[in-house]
């Protein structure tokens, strides 16, 4: 499996990831060569069957209820990059559209 | 006496701090003052440390009631383990500075068990790397030979354990991560059966793959441990609901155990070394009443390529929440929300991390997903499959922890399919979710550890246990003091 160069873009833009234009041939590269690897998969003779769940026997659900702990606004807040009256701040995420 | 304290099993801190022949302070404060003021600038295997935390978790300790299982024992804790008391980081610059509102619930359970976190301890960023050479902090080195690599991801915690700054240690293991490391650096790793040990508070990577891991001195310690955290957390529900396996039988001995020797796993690529502590191994598990065997097994390459294909899925999808909006690193002077996000995860993450997050995001993008995600997903079941028919016939399964010693720093960080196939033999237990037990086995002719892996079925940590615990009696140096060139020695 050979990944190309556009194949790199779309899956960075996928991964919000900026790849700088200089690595994207090393990196299509990396990843033909893990892929490459990953191919010897097709010796096992898989068949085409859903695959199994692999959630542990016995996995408990719960209530659909808040499980008693709590993080504050304070301490929700306390680690973020900029944060404002209670809110996260973040660049503008709609044109202004005003005049 | 403190200056010694470092030196024993966290079983023997332990009694004597309950008795009040040693403070909880002096048992923690021993390792900083003998082994690390030594050692720690060349291995560098601490990336958190705090005097003042470690004086108030000792004294926290002592108000547990004084007679925890682990009291006054001090742990060095991976950097991916959710801390209120240290910076929690996963070796990368996207957490810088972050500090958790809450404690993971196995650092819960071994602060209430009277353990005090003495540090955090480097590893490769977000656990993806066999060396710990891909951290944010610089690698950390082998303390048997400072130009090798201590393994990885939870190189930190290994190297700190085999020197000596604690005789505990927390990692984690999705594919290999604390026995590929404790097998470089001369300790006992665990990685404990799929749903034992809980995952809430461990920054995830690949969480169906993930478990919380143990590196200890001495196999009575991993059992002490072991008993300290394994048990249902009702904050995560991939906990099993049952009762852990006990394991207070650590020591009862081999006889009639069947260990399983899938002989032709070590033919090429594992080094002549390995495959003679695997014969030491097997010999000593013999004398002591065990019987041996001979089975034929899948080749790990399968177990790798299944491997990078779910892990890294399950990584892409992960990793999406480090986005500079709610906590650690972000981007300077963005001009709108998309090229922070993209910013942010491009600066603040490093090449082994990206180049994962690419792969896993490749594996499960439209068309491809059928080709690649759902064929791992089928060679899981298989692989699963293949431990449980090799069961049928033996307790356990004896084979490599890693196809060879410590390798150079610098030798594979160039190459990820190298360091990808240093994974190849413990890789499989975290695609069945089974238990995995690196064990040392001595010294190599270069003075480097050497050790075997043990393999068991689900809750097989009993069994694996007592193995440990033969090896470690029949013939194998127990490794209670590092036999580098500890100056103390002269």
Known sequence: MTIRREDVERIAELARLEIPEGRIERVAAELSAVLDFVGALSRLELGTEAPPRFAPAGAPLRADEPNGRRLSNHDALAMAPEAEEGFFIVPPIVENLEP | MSAELWRRSASALAAAVRDGAATAEAAVESGWEGPAAVWESTVHAVVHADRGARAAGALA????????????????VKDNLCTLDYPTTCGSKILAGYHPPYDATVIRRLRAAGAVVTAKGNMDEFAMG????????????????????????????????????????????????????????GVYGLKPTYGRLSRYGLVAFGSSLDQVGIFARHAGDV????????????????????????????????AGL?????????????????????????????????????????????????????????????????????????????????????????????????????LGTYALSAGYYDAYYLTAQRARARIRDEYRNAFRSCDCLLMPASPTLPFRLGEKTDDPLAMYLSDIFTIGANLAGIPGLSVPVGLSRDRLPRAVQLVGPEDGEPVLLRAARAIETRGARAPQEPEFAWPTKG
Not at chain 2, 144 to 149: A, G, K, L, M
Not at chain 2, 165 to 171: D, F, H, N, Q, R
Not at chain 2, 176 to 185: E, K, L
């Open chain 2, 130 to 185: 066999s060396s710990t050479e891909f951290s944010a902090f610089g690698p950390t080195r082998n303390p048997y030979d400072p130009s090798r690599v201590p393994g990885g991801s939870s190189g930190g915690p290994a190297a700190a354990v085999a020197y000596g700054l604690a005789p505990l240690g927390l990692g984690s293991d999705t594919g290999g991560s604390v026995r590929q490391p404790a097998a470089f650096c």
């Open chain 2, 223 to 254: 059992a002490l441990a072991y008993g300290v955290l394994a048990g249902n957390d009702r904050f995560d529900a991939t906990t099993r609901p049952d009762p852990a396996p006990d394991v207070s039988g650590w020591d009862d001995g081999v």
């Open chain 2, 258 to 358: 069947r260990f399983g020797w899938p002989e032709n796993l070590w033919g090429a690529g594992v080094e002549a070394e390995v495959v003679d502590g695997l014969e030491a191994a097997a010999g000593w598990l013999e004398r002591a009443g065990a019987r041996r065997v001979p089975l034929q097994f899948l080749p790990g390459e399968y177990s790798v390529a299944t491997y990078y294909l779910v892990a890294t899925a399950e990584a892409s999808s992960n990793l999406a929440r480090f986005d500079g909006v709610r906590y650690g690193f972000r981007a300077a002077t963005t001009p709108d929300l998309r090229a922070l996000y993209t910013r942010t995860r491009s600066e603040g993450f490093g090449p082994e991390v990206q180049r994962r997050i690419l």
């Open chain 2, 61 to 76: 300790a002592g108000e547990t009631g004084g007679r925890g299982a682990l009291q006054g024992v001090p742990v060095i």
